[in-house]
């Protein structure tokens, strides 16, 4: 069974996203019922909803929303990865009244942001915060920053990192040498991992399993099968396949591994960064 560190939710009538106006694709809501029918057909289990880059204002709010989503009888959702501003001087009194039953790791998206913004003192210094409270810390960068996620695991290297969407590579454009040799780069540090999701969104509308082949192989290959997690990145994916496409093809990329190796992909390797047992 698969579970899925990376879900977006979007709710236009509770939340601002400013993000979405230059997104038309993406500029409607993205409801868990709709999301949940999917979910159930195609044996995702358990769900960790991923921070949509709410306005700041809305941050917590989005964590009182997840909330009301875990409290329904049955439901899947597991917990937040919630939004933060590690660059702020707020980010540490923040950290101390956070709702720990829900949030359970943080998110800052850093390709919006200049490169400076999380090679700063104070965004390193929270960031190990973040280590000492068990929290991790997804890395959302592009692929040509990830230089720079490597220098912030070496910055905090007792907090649990997870990098998203395999380094974010361009797929469709065949830039492959100089993702590749980053990726291993970054692998070489312990605290990382690597988040093997939604990449068919920049994979271009003729994409094939052999065309997302050896981009997750190569993923695979530098982390190894205890250091790797899925997600859907749902909505995301559906911008070149569905959320159900975008399943089959994790299982039929990882058909040839070992049983064990697709239990701690699949679901193990998620419950043991993010505390779950």
């Known amino acids: 069974m698969l579970f899925d560190t990376h879900l977006h939710l979007v709710d236009r009538s509770r939340l601002t996203y400013p993000w979405l ?25 358990d769900v960790l909803h991923m921070e949509v880059d709410v306005a700041p204002g809305d941050i917590d709010a989005e964590t009182r929303f997840i909330a009301g989503l875990m409290a329904r009888p049955g439901s899947l959702m597991r917990g937040a990865i919630s939004a933060a501003r590690p660059e702020s001087p707020d980010f540490a009194g923040w950290l ?15 390709h919006v942001v200049p490169d400076d913004v999380s090679q700063a003192a104070l965004f390193r210094e ?29 910055a905090a290297p007792d907090t649990v990192m997870v990098l998203d969407h395999c380094g974010v590579p361009d797929i469709a454009g065949g830039a492959w040498d100089g993702w590749a040799a980053a990726i291993a780069e ?5 605290n990382v991992n690597a988040k093997i999701s939604g990449i068919t969104a920049y994979a271009g509308g003729g994409w094939t399993l052999d065309s997302l082949r ?11 099968w205890n250091r790797v997690v899925w997600g859907s990145d749902s ?33 193990g390797n998620a419950r043991r960064i993010w505390g779950f047992g």
């Open 126 to 154: 929270n960031l190990r915060r973040l280590g000492a409270a068990g929290l991790p810390f997804d890395i959302c960068m592009l692929a040509r920053q990830l230089p720079l996620a490597a220098a912030l695991a070496d």
């Open 186 to 190: 970054v692998a070489r540090r312990p």
């Open 96 to 110: 101390e009244r956070v709702d720990r039953s829900v949030v359970r790791g943080i998110r800052r998206v850093l």
């Open 235 to 267: 909505p995301v994916c559906t911008l070149q396949s569905s959320l159900a496409e975008w399943v089959a093809a994790t299982r039929a990329l990882t058909e040839g591994a070992s049983s064990h190796e697709r239990a701690a992909l699949y679901a």
């Open 214 to 224: 050896p981009w997750v192989e190569h993923v695979i290959g530098c982390f190894g």
């Open 21 to 45: 106006a230059d997104a038309p694709a993406l500029n409607r809501d993205w409801s868990y019922e709709d999301y949940e029918a999917t979910a159930r057909r195609v044996g995702i289990t």
